[in-house]
Each structure stands twice: as structure tokens, then as C-alpha cells.
């Protein structure tokens, strides 16, 4: 009896040991010769194994949820020549893969709207999807910029001093610019029109005789770490305005270089435009690496 159900127990352990070999042979051929490359979108894009035989409607990659054809490649190398030393299919299919993380990102973030003309088909209008990922871009870099407004100024000491003296052509400026000053505040005219007065007034010339026109009016649209105006301290009060809120009278300096020294020069003021409330990004480069590892490439 113990040797009839030994028998049947190594019997048992057989059969068992032979499913699990069977099992590891078969998870072994699968992930060898039948799954196909699949990379995170910061690797090296691969020419498909398939490009010489494929037909223009054949899947020749998958970015993410996107298939991507034989016909998106070829209509990209009728606009790339060919090159010496270049693989022209591993370059443009590495343009396809970005422009279709580029797409997939920006419909997430709501920029965009994606459908079968620009995305996803062997028939897509090509020319309108390339043109949509410009527009993405475009957004994106819109959305880099933290600060946007004006700088109203008045120079009195522009390379030369004043034709009127030093003393007079500060206190002349300070005089137009303080009432100027006063009306934007109450909002009696916009800083635009504060700036349309100083190129009309022909009694500046006095203090800056050749460019007190051009120097009115700074529009400025920066990001978080440029400069605005020649006065860092100037640029971080700016920083601290709320939108529509205009800044104090500030009095600048400017070098002169022939005594290589720091001098009373200007007066400005600013009013801010807009403001971007959240951190923003620094650049589109800068968003697309934080997008690109979230897609998956499948080279066919």
C-alpha cells in the first residue's frame, strides 16, 4: 500500500514539473520572438524591422495610444533629402514620435482636440497636424511666461546731460512724469496713452533730445528669471504688483562711461498687465521633457 501511493505521489510531481516546463517554454518563445520592442519615449528610436516590405497603411510604431504608418514616414522623407551620413528614417521617425507626444500631452492639458484628420489614421491631413503641434508649442511657451505689462520712463541724463542743465532736466522730468504718473493711478487714462503724451511733448527734448519718443513706453513679457528693466531692484518691485496695480515713481541710475560712475539718469514707473498665478513652466523644452516619459514607443 505505501508503494502504490508513492508511486502515485512521484506520478503526481511529473505531471507537475512538466506543466511548469512547459509554462517557462512557452513564456520564453512569447517574450522573445512575439513581443514586440517597447521603450519609454527618452530611449533611441529604432528603424522598424518592417520598413522595407510595409505598405503605406501598414503600423510601423505605436507612440502612446497613437498607431503611427507607413504613409505619416513617407510623407515626412518627401520633405528631407537625403543626406550623407544620416538615416533618414530613424531622424524623421524620431520628429513623428515627438510631434505624437506632443499631441497626446496637449489634448490631455485641454489645448487641443484630437480626431481622425490629424491623429491616430493612415488618411490624417498631414499638413494640419504639423501645424497643430506648432500650436501646441506656441501654447505651451505662452504658458512660460510669468509677468507681462508696461514701463512708462523719462530720461534726463540719456548718454549726454541735459541740454537744460542736470538739475533742471531732473526736475523737469519728475514734473511730467509724476502728473502722468497720478492720472494712470486714478485711472484717469490708461499707460498707454501716458506714453502717447510723452512723445507728444516737444518740451522734452530738452532733456533728451533724440530719444525721449522711443523711450516712453516698455512693453514687457518675461519669464520668471528675465530681466525687465536695467534695474534689478526695480524688476522685483515689479514682481510684487498685482495685476492692473501700478508701481511708485522709481528714480534709475544709468553708468557713465567716460567717469565710470553710477548716475541719477531716469524716472520710470510700471503697471503689470497680466500675472501667471502658478509656477509656471520654463520652457516648452522644459514641458516636453517632463511629458515624454509618460508615452510608450512600440517599434514594429
Known amino acids: 500500500m505505501n508503494i502504490l501511493n508513492n508511486t502515485k505521489v512521484q506520478l503526481l510531481l511529473g505531471v507537475v514539473f512538466g506543466l511548469i516546463v512547459v509554462f517557462m517554454v512557452g513564456y520564453i518563445l512569447q517574450t522573445t520572438f512575439f513581443t514586440k520592442k517597447a521603450a519609454p519615449a527618452d530611449t533611441a528610436v529604432t528603424v522598424p524591422t518592417n520598413l522595407d516590405t510595409a505598405k503605406p497603411?501598414?503600423?510601423?510604431?505605436?507612440?502612446?495610444?497613437?498607431?503611427?504608418?507607413?504613409?505619416?514616414?513617407?510623407?515626412?522623407?518627401?520633405?528631407?533629402?537625403?543626406?550623407?551620413?544620416?538615416?533618414r528614417e530613424q531622424l524623421l521617425l524620431k520628429k513623428i514620435v515627438k510631434d505624437s507626444i506632443i499631441?497626446?500631452?496637449?489634448?490631455?492639458?485641454?489645448?487641443?482636440?484630437?480626431?481622425?484628420?490629424?491623429?491616430d489614421s493612415a488618411t490624417k491631413d498631414?499638413?494640419?497636424?504639423?501645424?497643430?503641434?506648432?500650436?501646441?508649442?506656441?501654447?505651451?511657451?505662452?504658458?512660460?511666461?510669468?509677468?507681462?505689462?508696461?514701463?512708462?520712463?523719462i530720461w534726463f541724463g540719456n548718454t549726454i546731460p541735459a541740454?537744460?542743465?542736470?538739475?533742471?532736466?531732473?526736475?523737469?522730468?519728475?514734473?511730467?512724469?509724476?502728473?502722468?504718473?497720478?492720472a494712470v493711478k486714478n485711472k484717469q487714462m490708461t499707460i498707454e496713452r501716458a506714453a502717447e503724451a510723452i512723445r507728444n511733448d516737444t518740451s522734452l527734448a530738452q532733456i533728451d533730445p533724440t530719444s525721449y519718443?522711443?523711450?516712453?513706453?516698455?512693453?514687457?513679457?518675461?519669464?520668471?528669471?528675465?530681466a525687465?528693466?536695467?534695474?534689478?531692484?526695480?524688476?522685483?518691485?515689479?514682481?510684487?504688483?498685482?495685476?492692473?496695480?501700478?508701481?511708485?515713481?522709481?528714480l534709475a541710475k544709468a553708468k557713465d562711461s567716460e567717469r565710470n560712475v553710477e548716475l541719477d539718469a531716469l524716472y520710470m514707473f510700471a503697471q503689470v498687465k497680466?500675472?501667471?498665478?502658478?509656477?509656471?513652466?520654463?520652457?516648452?523644452?522644459?514641458?516636453?521633457?517632463?511629458?515624454?516619459?509618460?508615452y510608450e514607443i512600440i517599434i514594429n
Open 163 to 182: 541740454p537744460i542743465g542736470p538739475e533742471a532736466g531732473k526736475a523737469l522730468a519728475l514734473s511730467k512724469i509724476t502728473s502722468l504718473h497720478q
Open 57 to 87: 497603411n501598414d503600423i510601423i510604431a505605436r507612440v502612446g495610444e497613437e498607431r503611427i504608418y507607413k504613409n505619416d514616414l513617407d510623407l515626412e522623407l518627401t520633405s528631407y533629402p537625403p543626406q550623407a551620413d544620416i538615416i
Open 213 to 226: 519718443k522711443t523711450n516712453a513706453l516698455l512693453p514687457f513679457k518675461v519669464k520668471q528669471d528675465e
Open 103 to 119: 499631441l497626446q500631452a496637449g489634448a490631455k492639458e485641454g489645448l487641443i482636440t484630437l480626431d481622425a484628420s490629424v491623429y
Open 126 to 153: 498631414y499638413l494640419k497636424r504639423i501645424q497643430m503641434v506648432e500650436g501646441v508649442k506656441d501654447r505651451i511657451e505662452e504658458k512660460s511666461y510669468a509677468l507681462e505689462g508696461n514701463v512708462i520712463s
Open 228 to 250: 525687465i528693466t536695467l534695474d534689478p531692484a526695480f524688476d522685483t518691485s515689479i514682481r510684487r504688483l498685482n495685476v492692473g496695480e501700478v508701481s511708485a515713481i522709481y
Open 274 to 294: 497680466q500675472k501667471t498665478a502658478e509656477t509656471p513652466i520654463n520652457s516648452f523644452d522644459a514641458w516636453y521633457e517632463g511629458q515624454k516619459t509618460q
